[in-house]
């Protein structure tokens, strides 16, 4: 039923990680951009990634799956770019602290999300596969948060087009399981059957 709920919801995760491509491609793109005005942007996009993971829990509770780990990291995805955008006098470091914080928290529910899903999809390692590398990233920016303005600058940019690229990826596998089984009932007697 998770992975229904997922498949029938792929532009969601279609759209994160067309945000996050779209995020990457611009820190490599804007000559001369520095590194506070990137972190904010990066907050522009948390929020927009965390308002898409809350749409996407909502959908989910209404057919009673677990819904709670998207819901959690949407709320950090929107708690870190509300702080981004609307705290004028917060320093770099700290941003990076709450970039994160937030990268850690995500990965982990993506982890979790795919273990639970790997008896029902085949492709499931490019969920586990983003979320280790959020987990990655964020412990990189927590263990090296002083290193030059250009190397987190691409090391943001590197992750964001990863990222996005694993979470298209799956949105496609998602969108294409979704056109399989559209095409077949379950009887009562639980034996499958092309749908009319």
Known sequence: MMVIVLARNWWTLALRGLFAVLFGIMAFAW?????????????????????????????????????????IEGLAGIGVGIITLLWPGITTLVLLYLIAF?????????????????????GEWLLALSGVLSVLFGVALIVSPGAGALAVVW???????????LMIALALRLRSLLSRTSHVTISPTGSRSPAI
């Not at 940019?157 to 990222?163: H, L, M, P, T």
């Open 155 to 165: 090391l943001i940019g590197a992750y964001a087009i990863v990222f996005g690229a």
């Open 31 to 71: 000559p001369g951009i520095t590194l506070g005005a990137l972190v904010l942007l990066y907050g522009a996009y948390a929020f927009a990634d965390g308002v898409l993971a809350i749409a996407a829990a909502l959908v989910g509770r209404t057919v009673g799956v677990p819904w709670w780990a998207l819901l």
């Open 102 to 122: 937030w990268a850690v928290v995500t990965g982990v529910f993506e982890i979790v999300a795919a273990i639970r899903l790997r008896k029902e999809i085949r």
